[in-house]
């Protein structure tokens, strides 16, 4: 099961080491609140739906690769356009799916 701990620990241990490149990809359910977008998982409940994509941004900034790849195919993907500034200091490529 995709829990939101989970989802949130395989994303840091993703950006968490030094590399050339971190790929992450998601392909499942995504939603939206007036809070923000969130990458749903299996225990969503209102206004706990899942990793917001802002943390997905704040973790990338923070990671220690080179250049991050950011792929999602999910609902609502678009709000990932709605987040922090992206660390210019870091290469990133972000590929949403809107549907």
Do not use: W
């Amino acid at each position: 099961m995709v829990t939101r701990s989970t989802l949130r620990a395989a994303i840091d241990e993703l950006f968490k080491h030094p590399a050339d490149v971190a790929l992450l990809s998601f392909q499942d359910t995504g939603t939206a609140n007036n809070l923000g977008g969130y990458l749903v998982t299996q225990d969503a409940k209102s206004y706990d739906e899942g990793v917001a994509m802002a943390d997905v941004i704040v973790m990338a900034n923070n990671s220690r690769t080179d250049e991050v790849v950011i792929l999602l195919d999910c609902c609502r993907s678009g709000h990932l356009g709605n987040l922090p500034a992206i660390d210019n200091a870091k290469r990133f490529c972000v590929k949403v799916c809107l549907s």
